[in-house]
Structure formats: structure tokens, C-alpha cells
């Protein structure tokens, strides 16, 4: 099964809103509301950011929010800040009983 | 604090055989199901298994099917991933997280990753 799809890089200035998009099919973003998110600085562990499309974890600033429509999943940064600037990985549950993380997008703040 | 750390990386040959070990600490273990993910050198996250807090549940990537085995040891805190016919593509840091809802949930949090590096 193919990675879902997540543009390589996106980027914005300090202050500005991105957003970051993850497809994937109706066998596992459209099919089910089980879409996470994870950002990792460079030579750090990924750590959770979105839970179950929209519900953020405990101590995940609120300038973070998901979304989903049909099969394209999506995370939205607000209010851009350096420390922001790292890679963002989503994850799907599949129909096949597995899971499928998307190929990463590398966030520059500018 | 959970705290989750990852041994048992290191050289190997193709062919062979290693296993990684997770030992967690801050959590009541057997409550929680616990999953190995991997990140080859400059690529994405790849879902390798996930195994239910009872040991009962395990499910895997299709590409580890038949070589992986996913195991724990709740007397001890521990998950373990068995790893034979290794191949070059497994090359990679393999993480193990904790698993909110079994394998339709979310990883948090990770551990600091062992590097397996699969070579001659």
C-alpha cells in the first residue's frame, strides 16, 4: 500500500497560517475518522500533535487544528513561530487493519 | 513521566537476525498497546506492528509479514521486535510508542529510536 501523499515542503512567515494536506482514499483517511498527526525536529523522536482528525493532545499549543474532507486530511498551523519549523508526518488507519503513515512535509519558517 | 527506551540496534548482515527491545517506565504496561514504527535514512515514517497490551493482538506491515515478530513481556515493561531474513530496505531507526486504542489510535509518546543498519 502506497504512503498517503503530503507535499514535500511547505513554508510561511512568522505570524502567517500554513497548511499542510495528507491523501489518501476511502479505505483509510475517507473511510474513517482516525487521522493523526506528528511533527520531529531534526535527530529528535516524532511526537503527537493531532489525535482522531481534530482533537489535540494535552500541552499541543491551540495554534495547531485538524481537519478532514473525504479523503484529504488536513493540519493548519496559525501564528507561525521558528519553533514550529520541523517535519509533519499524518497517519491513517487502513481497512486492511493497518497503518499508513504519509511521506512527511518539511515546514521552513521564513 | 512515560519514558520508553529502545536497544538492541546495531550492524547485521543480510540475512540475519536481530532483536530490539523497548523497555517502558511511567505507565502500567499491560494497559496499553504498543507499536514499532521506522524511519528509513531521509524518508518517512513506515508502520511496522502493533501489539494489543494483552500480547493476544498483533498485526503487521506487509513488508515484515512472516520475517518480524512483535512481542512483550508485561512482568517486565518490555516489548520486543524478533527481526530474521533482515534485508538491506530494513535498514532504519526503529521507534517503539505507546498506543492509545489499539491500531486504530495514535502513537504518544515515542522512544529515542535504535538504528538497525542492514549491510556486508
Known amino acids: 500500500q502506497s504512503a498517503l501523499t503530503q507535499p514535500a515542503s511547505v513554508s510561511g512567515s512568522p505570524g502567517q497560517s500554513i497548511t499542510i494536506s495528507c491523501t489518501g482514499t476511502s479505505s483509510d483517511v475517507g473511510g474513517y475518522n482516525y487521522v493523526s498527526w506528528y511533527q520531529q525536529h531534526p535527530g529528535k523522536a516524532p511526537k503527537l500533535m493531532i489525535s482522531?482528525?481534530?482533537n489535540r493532545p494535552s500541552g499541543v499549543s491551540i495554534r495547531f487544528s485538524g481537519s478532514k474532507s473525504g479523503n484529504t486530511a488536513s493540519l493548519t498551523i496559525s501564528g507561525l513561530q521558528a519553533e514550529d519549523e520541523a517535519d509533519y508526518s499524518c497517519s491513517s488507519y487502513t481497512s486492511n487493519r493497518t497503518v499508513i503513515f504519509g511521506g512527511g512535509t518539511k515546514l521552513t519558517v521564513l | 513521566e512515560v519514558q520508553l527506551l529502545e536497544s538492541g540496534g546495531g550492524l547485521v548482515q543480510p540475512g540475519g537476525s536481530l532483536r530490539l527491545s523497548c523497555a517502558a517506565s511511567g505507565i502500567t504496561f499491560s494497559s496499553y498497546a504498543m507499536t514499532w514504527i521506522r524511519q528509513a535514512p531521509g524518508e518517512g515514517l513506515q508502520w511496522v506492528s502493533t501489539?494489543?497490551?494483552?500480547?493476544?493482538?498483533?498485526y503487521y506491515a506487509d513488508s515484515v509479514k512472516g520475517r518480524f515478530t512483535v512481542s512483550r513481556d508485561n512482568s517486565k515493561n518490555t516489548l520486543y521486535l524478533q527481526m530474521n531474513s533482515l534485508r538491506a530496505e530494513d535498514t532504519a531507526v526503529y521507534y517503539c510508542?505507546?498506543?492509545?486504542?489499539?491500531?486504530?489510535?495514535?502513537?504518544?509518546?515515542w522512544g529515542q529510536g535504535t538504528l538497525v543498519t542492514v549491510s556486508s
Open positions: 482522531d482528525v481534530s
Open positions: 510508542a505507546r498506543t492509545l486504542r489499539g491500531v486504530t489510535g495514535w502513537f504518544d509518546p
Open positions: 501489539i494489543g497490551g494483552s500480547g493476544g493482538s498483533t
